[in-house]
Each structure stands twice: as structure tokens, then as C-alpha cells.
């Protein structure tokens, strides 16, 4: 009887500290995993989702927590997103800047740094009022030369119109190169310039209404596959017959579909967001172990027209 009574009293104690050592051995867990809040400017685009999914691919899932947000084009709410990372005591941030020069987003930043946060940005570069640790970009002022370097081989001279987003350093930069080298080249006009966030919808409107006002140009400048896209859009829908030439840059699965099937497609530089995925791992596992890392990386970019094509992967991004 004292046995049985012993064995009573015994098993909830048993079971009370096989709970504490699974939550104590879960915390610990926990507290390995490495923490990275990551903040896009939108998840409206291909090319953040698979960066996003080759950072968590390459991290892996099991070491890592990762809390992803989309700004959704909106600098406050990305300030508001990365406030809420410094809350939740990440080790490393990753932001792809809304507007390289939000003053929101820019004190957040800075608030993260404070708070002895690793931040890394991507893709856009980020205005030098934010104090970051890295700076990993596509190569965004060569693919600006290498548009232009394609069109004056394919053009003897040129009305262009320029699609742009003026808030991302990184689209700035891709028109900068491409102004700067037809510079020299006066049958090269540029005519006209619209702003629209790099979004499809956005530029089809915008061209359309270039469109309705009096085709003016002949070639369309694009900052990003997106806008090329629109303005292709906006071509069919007014069903234009005149020549025109249409420049993207991103080198996405959209663009290399349809490169063989429309005339008004000239070309688009490639860029890789699997190669960006894995630089940004790649430096924060040297952060986190301490190991020496740069400060600015640029991921090189290649033109991509219907000529060359094949030399990427057909499906998915490069």
C-alpha cells in the first residue's frame, strides 16, 4: 500500500519536471535560432518572392526565424515594420527600401543600428543618412549602359520615352547609366519621362496616355521588367501598328517567354535574385560567426535579348 501511495505521489513530480526540461530545452532552442526580420518594398514582384525564398532556403528554416513583411510601396509602413523588428529583438535586419531617402524609414534604420541590430540592405541602396552594415545590389548603373549599348546597335537614332520610379536609388542608377551613355549621341532624344512605381498597372496607364497625347517616341526605357511589361499592355491595347522598341531590366520568366513572340520587345538585362538570395545568407552567416565581410557587393548583370536567350534558364530566374 505505501509502494502504490509512493508511486502516486511520485509520477506527478515525474511528469511536472519532464515538462520543465522540454520547455527549458525548447527555449534553449529558441534562443539558437538565429532571428531576421526582413522587409520588402513589395511582394508584388517575383523577384522579392524568390529572394526571399532562397534567403530562407539557404539559411534553412530549422536555425533560423524569419519575420517577413511587405511595405506594399508605403515608406511608413515599412518604418513601422522595422520598429516592429527592433521590438521583437532580431539579430539582422534585411530591408529593400521603399524610398531611399524616407525620413521614416531612415530614423527607423538608424533605431535598429542603435539598438546593435545588423542591418543589410538589398537591391536599392539605401541614402548614406542610414548607418547599415552591407549594401548588396544588382549591378544597377551597367544595366543602364548595356540598354543603351543594345539600342545603339539596333537604332540608327531614337525618341525615348523613360519609365521610371524615382523613390528606388536602384531604378535612378539603371537610367543614370543608360542617359549617361547615349549622352554623346544626338540622334538619341530622350522625350518624355513618366513615374510609375515599377508597377505594371502604373505604366500601361501611363502609356496609354503618352499613347493617346501623340506617339512622340519610338523606344520605351523601362526601370524593371514590370513597367516594360505595361507598357507592352498598353501597345496592345491601343492595338499600335507603328515601330517600337521596349527595354525591362530583371531578365524575368515573363520576359523571356514572350521575348520570341513580340516584335516590340527588344531586350532586358538580366539580374538574379537566387544569386542575391545567397550573398545576403552568405554574409550573415559571416556576421554571426564573426568572420570579415564587405560592405557594398554588386551582382553582376547580363543583356538579355531573343538572340541569347536560351543562354538562361528557360523557366524560374536565373
Known amino acids: 500500500m505505501f509502494k502504490r501511495s509512493f508511486v502516486y505521489f511520485l509520477l506527478p513530480m515525474v511528469v511536472c519536471l519532464f515538462l520543465v526540461f522540454l520547455f527549458e530545452r525548447g527555449r534553449h532552442l529558441d534562443d539558437k535560432q538565429l532571428k531576421i526580420g526582413i522587409s520588402y518594398m513589395t511582394i508584388n514582384n517575383d523577384f522579392y518572392k524568390t529572394l526571399n525564398a532562397e534567403i530562407e532556403k539557404t539559411m534553412g528554416v530549422e536555425t533560423s526565424r524569419f519575420f517577413v513583411r511587405d511595405a506594399e510601396l508605403d515608406a511608413g509602413k515599412q518604418s513601422q515594420q522595422i520598429d ?5 529583438q532580431v539579430d539582422v535586419l534585411v530591408v529593400n527600401p521603399v524610398d531611399s531617402h524616407s525620413p521614416q524609414v531612415l530614423a527607423s534604420l538608424n533605431r535598429a543600428k542603435a539598438a546593435g541590430i545588423r542591418i543589410i540592405v538589398v537591391d536599392s541602396p539605401i541614402s548614406s543618412e542610414a548607418s547599415v552594415d552591407v549594401t548588396i545590389v544588382s549591378d544597377n548603373y551597367q544595366a543602364g549602359v548595356l540598354l543603351a549599348e543594345n539600342l545603339l546597335k539596333t537604332v540608327s537614332e531614337a525618341k525615348i520615352l523613360i519609365l521610371k520610379h524615382q523613390n528606388a536609388l536602384s531604378a535612378r542608377e539603371r537610367i543614370q547609366g543608360f542617359l549617361d551613355t547615349i549622352e554623346q549621341y544626338p540622334a538619341y532624344k530622350v522625350v518624355a ?14 502609356v496609354l496616355a503618352a499613347l493617346q497625347a501623340g506617339p512622340s517616341f519610338d ?24 515601330q517600337m522598341l521596349i527595354y525591362g531590366v530583371d531578365g524575368s520568366p515573363d520576359i523571356k517567354a514572350l521575348l520570341p513572340l513580340k516584335n516590340a520587345l527588344q531586350g532586358s538585362v538580366a539580374q538574379s535574385p537566387i544569386q542575391m538570395g545567397q550573398k545576403v545568407s552568405e554574409v550573415i552567416q559571416q556576421m554571426v560567426s564573426h568572420q570579415e565581410y564587405e560592405t557594398n557587393y554588386a551582382i553582376p548583370v547580363q543583356v538579355l535579348t531573343r538572340e541569347n536567350r536560351r543562354e538562361f534558364p528557360v523557366k524560374g530566374w536565373q
Open 219 to 242: 523606344v520605351v526605357v523601362s526601370l524593371n521588367d514590370r513597367a516594360a511589361l505595361g507598357a507592352l499592355a498598353a501597345l496592345e491595347d491601343q492595338r499600335y501598328t507603328g
Open 84 to 88: 516592429f523588428f527592433v521590438e521583437q
Open 193 to 206: 519621362e513618366r513615374e510609375t512605381l515599377g508597377q505594371t498597372e502604373e505604366s500601361m496607364a501611363q
